[in-house]
């Protein structure tokens, strides 16, 4: 199981920015897509945002227009950029990454870095 380390979750204020980064512990092949969650207390893990291994981005309604992911294929790396947060963005950021073993795809998590946005 690939092992995925995200850093760079805190305390901001609102309007505030931050920057949260997850590299896998080993090079990943067949690597279908990496991505971010969050799960708020109280709330189901929600897909926040995700990056294909062509590129191709998906953001959840909430976090479109200030919320960027993007990816270093040769550090097996993904970043989420967080422009104008806000107190619901208070959550439990997790790194994901889907890629395929043997016949199946296999997913793997990080283990979760807080970020708190106060108002």
């Known amino acids: 199981q690939v092992q995925l380390v995200e850093s760079g979750g805190g305390l901001v204020q609102a309007g505030g920015s931050l920057r949260l980064s997850c590299a896998a512990s080993?090079?990943?092949?067949?690597?279908?897509?990496m991505g971010w969650y969050r799960q708020a207390p109280g709330k189901q893990r929600e897909l926040v945002a995700t990056?294909?291994?062509?590129?191709?981005?998906t953001y959840a309604d909430s976090v479109k227009g200030r919320f960027t992911i993007s990816k270093n294929n040769a550090q097996n790396t993904v970043y989420l950029q967080m422009n104008s947060l806000k107190p619901e963005d208070t959550a439990v950021f997790y790194c994901?990454?889907?890629?395929?073993?043997?016949?199946?795809?296999?997913?793997?998590w990080g283990q979760g870095t807080q970020l708190t946005v106060s108002s």
């Open positions: 080993e090079t990943i092949t067949g690597v279908s897509s």
């Open positions: 994901n990454v889907r890629y395929t073993c043997g016949l199946i795809h296999c997913d793997s």
């Open positions: 990056i294909t291994n062509t590129g191709s981005t």
